[in-house]
T-cell receptor, first 114, second 110 residues
């Protein structure tokens, strides 16, 4: 257990529904990252926050994806109008600031869109 | 397009042997390099980090970095069946995000 907590661990939804995932980072970490991983691929970066500021969001997959970290602690990732292609593992990671600092991953949320 | 390339494998080695995993990257500005281990259905777990040219050893694991050749490798000595997993190479190019390869599956047979 790295200390990064994600909820829920599994989510099954029907196409067209909205889903929201939560990530609680390691408490002293000011950076929080979201990645998506599909079968046979490495994690793909989506967005990241430093404290409450979202510093990179151009890699979010479409305008159906949004993320927030309102108080610089936990973060949520929302997918609106889900599609079957959104089925994947959504991973959250956190780190102290700086490129040399290691990112620690949570257990992930596995999304299945029917 | 910044890329990280790994042989998808599987790489099969007998128990006790040395497993050698390789990774190349395209962005010469890359600064930090990481190896993560991922068991099936689980999330990535950090194995090694390396920031400067040369070797870095931690127990049975040795990471090797050659920035001139844009090459990173991971050696696992005395491989154990419990080492069977997918090994992900990840590169930080200074923009605070990691670019991952697709991973190499390692199978260690008893």
């Amino acid at each position: 257990d790295t200390g990064v907590s994600q909820d829920p661990r599994h989510k099954i939804t029907k196409r067209g529904q909205n889903v929201t995932f939560r990530c609680d980072p390691i408490s002293e970490h000011n950076r929080l990252y979201w990645y998506r991983q599909t079968l046979g691929q490495g994690p793909e970066f989506l967005t990241y926050f430093q404290n409450e500021a979202q510093l990179e969001k151009s890699r979010l997959l479409s305008d159906r994806f949004s993320a927030e970290r309102p108080k610089g602690s936990f973060s949520t990732l929302e997918i609106q109008r889900t599609e079957q292609g959104d089925s994947a593992m959504y991973l959250c990671a956190s780190s102290l600031g700086g490129e040399d600092y290691i990112q620690y991953f949570g257990a992930g949320t596995r999304l299945s869109v029917l | 397009q910044k890329e990280v390339e790994q042989n998808s494998g599987p790489l099969s080695v007998p128990e006790g042997a040395i497993a050698s995993l390789n990774c190349t990257y395209s962005d010469r500005g890359s600064q930090s390099f990481f190896w993560y281990r991922q068991y099936s259905g689980k999330s990535p777990e950090l194995i090694m980090s390396i920031y400067s040219n040369g070797d870095k050893e931690d127990g049975r694991f040795t990471a090797q970095l050659n920035k001139a050749s844009q090459y990173v490798s991971l050696l696992i000595r005395d491989s154990q069946p419990s080492d069977s997993a997918t090994y992900l190479c990840a590169v930080n190019n200074g923009y605070s995000t990691l670019t991952f390869g697709k991973g190499t599956m390692l199978l260690v047979s008893p």
